[in-house]
């Protein structure tokens, strides 16, 4: 019993260690099998997402780095700074920004010879533009210099928060600056635009977001501040892209952030000034397809449309696409930093874009005799004859065609852009001449030009571009995009001519005027290009003039009476305007904005009821016409039928929604009907495409105090009082044109240029025979 | 106590005094330290000498002792350019090099003679202000590093120098 007891007990204990061997070994067997398992399916998973996690780690690693180098160096910076603009402000009187709102080290932004290194085509074409010489170049330093030494260096911050932002964020502009300043020689370099994060407005003066450099985003599209090795980027160069690229990079409000420049008080310490608006004027233009009140329609194009057209790389460059490159070296009309630094390239390209496009035409068009009221026009369509010895005033009419801005744009008291016009016999004798140049350099100073005279509180004018001076302007010969003028020559064809006279008018441009020149380099400098960007020639016979062929650049003859009809209307003659305006419709009756344009200068004229005639044509032919309708609602409520009024706005808002004159229209009827919450929409609306809009900030801060609103109302009468004209102002420039009777001849609309000398009261005027000496060679 | 009072005041009048007897311009016109120490490669002592009503001075930029890397740049205002001007450029060994884009006019080269005899020189003007930029650097004529250089390859960074320097007097 004991020995079955035995038995038994070491059978059991032998089963129950087979059985405990046996889950030993299972147990280990299974375990084993799953280690494999989840071995294999690990050495299976994709590579990423094992990356993924070191990725970021390394990604939070720079971050922390960066962030904490940063930190140290904005202490450093901020011990010495001058914050003359209020604590914390870095960039006042500019409006750069920066991500995190404290100074930035220089060395986060990868340097362009870094960017240059793959991107071989990008380098050589920025290296000769103007963003990357937007600094140094003497043109420039003569004027902010200026403004350092009179006013402070801290004061700089609102002209190199565009012209070297790298220095304004790193807050190198201050006294007893500590930052080296290696980098100014490149500007506006590759990761300054490619580092924007978002336009805070269209206000300008630099009023972009800048990122913290990146030139990598991790896998979650983390922005990896820094530099990394080739290697990384050329494995991942998605994540190259997607942090050197955006959509905004594409758009003109991109370019909005620095091509608009304002004066703002703690500048000038006086208000708020527009400087320049290239921004608004291409708003405004046919080209943004945002305005119907345009005089021509186009195909949309954007800023980066003109000035960086793709062409065919001729470098290694890795941004091609399709074996194009958008344009790095944003040619415009900058002929002078090419030319001091011999960049010929630049130059040359500079020069043909200048020429190219079809810009600008130049049509003589028309002949009036003297004490003839009789108007020999269109040339070349028109039979006439002409006897030596007649006195002849020839109408030039200059059209700004295909430019998305004005003629000339931006800093237009240092540009120089004119109208040479002569005329010569057939011996080569010169009987006129308007818009030479003196022995000296400088432009004849009764050349019809299309600069300004920015002028200062003593009636001076503001010269070497010390913008913080400007009170007035004493006059501004612009010419806004798709618009004309009209400027008339008038001389005396000698008594003795025979055979042909020649007349010639060409607009040419110079980059920058000469006696800017001179105060840069005193008067010891080579000449500076010149370039005629248009020019027309015709051929006039004494005796009988047939009609001849148009030449291949001319306008059709509608669109040359429709653009005296423009000049006409600009120059408040109104009479005349409709005249030419009726020829157009003569010559197009299918052609709406001709009966538009009718009713428009009607409009202008203050004829309210004559206007209704054209604009209702213009809507037979065209019956949801913008611009048609636009003008019927001002009609409308001069007649008082105010929802007509507000459906024809609204239809034209419907086709246009970033019509900025049709949302103040639509504002205003809105607040006439008593409708404050839609008038306030539509301000609002206005606001958000012009921020300068006089009627926005008067109309919400009245709406506001409605409300309640108490402080936004407070804050847009603010606007409206520091925005609005001082008008007081005028008087400096009534001080300026005494001084300068040829400009002030210019600064009339309607105004002659001539080499007769005026007569008043039986006496020759002096100044004007002394330009007859000069003026004719 | 009364001559611890007078003590007093005395010591008041000669720290009223202490500012106006340092030199009255304690910071280079036309570059600071932190950017002449990123031409010399380190933290630099400067200082700043002759300075004259016209605003002419002498900038001494000095890299740590053991280096021996100097900067200098010194400013005049000539009477009469024509005739002065050439008179700077003399101190160039033969090979000048003319560099385009610095000032109204300027060359690069080697001194000729004197105490900075081997040194990099530049000399330009801007109208009738000249600059004498004296460079003493181990690294000197090397090549230069930056594959991109499109301008004269010589000596970029110098040129950088003489940009700043022409840059603040225009």
Redesign the interface.
Known sequence: MQQKDHCTKSKAERILRIAQDSIVVRAGYSLLVVTLSVASVIAFLPKTKIQAHSDETATQQKLVDQDTARKQYSEHVAKSYNFAFGPGNISLPGNGAVVGNTFLQPDTFPT??YC??CH?EA??QW??SLHSNSF?T?FY??SV?ILMRTKGIEFARHCDSCHNPVAVLGGGLTQ???????F??DGLTCTTCHSVQKVDSTNGNGSYVMGVPAVMVDEKGTRIPGMVPDAEILAHLDRHSKAVMQPLYRTPEFCSACHKANLPNPLNGYKFIRAFTAYDEWQNSKFSQRNPLTFYQADFTSCQGCHMKRSAAGLAEPGSKNGTFASHRWAAGNTAVPF???FDEQLAKTIEFLKSGNYLNVDLFAIRKANDDHMIAPLGSTAFDLKAGETIQVMTVIQNKNIGHSLIPEVRDLYEGWVEFSATDSTGKVIYHSGFIKADGKLDERAHSFTNRPVDTTGGFVDNHKVWTIHSVAYDNTVQAGRSTLIRYEFQIPADAKGTISITAKVNYRHLRQSYLNN???D??PAYPIVELASRTRTLNIGDNPVTKPEPNDNADWMRWNNLGISYLDQLQYSEAIDAFSHVVKLRPDYADGYTNIGLTNIEWEKYESARGGLEKALELAPNNARALYYLALVERRAGHSEAEVADLQKVIAQYPQSRDARRELGISYYQQRRPQDAMEQFEALQAIDPDDLAAHYNLALLYRRMGLKDKAKEQSAMFVTKKVDPGAPTYSLDFLRKHPEISIESVPWHVHTNMPHTENGEIDTSAAKAVAGGTR | VKRAHWLLLALFAMACAVPAACPAQA?CPW??A??A???LGGDVDAAVTGVTPDGDATCDFKLGAASGSTLRIAVHTMAH?QQEFPGYLAQCASGAVAL??I??EAVRCLAGSGASKGSELIIGR???RVFVITIRAEWIGRPPT??????NPMSDDSE?VA??V???L?
């Open positions: 362009a010879d240059g290194k071989k380098y050589h290296r000769q140094r003497p330093r003569t210099n007893a600056s500590v930052v080296d300043r290696g100014d020689q001091y630094y011999g840069i380099f005193g010891d400098h | 910071v570059m600071n932190a950017t120490g990123g031409f350019t385009k884009g000032g109204n801007v109208r009738e930056s594959p991109t250089k499109t301008r950088n940009e700043q022409a840059g603040s225009f």
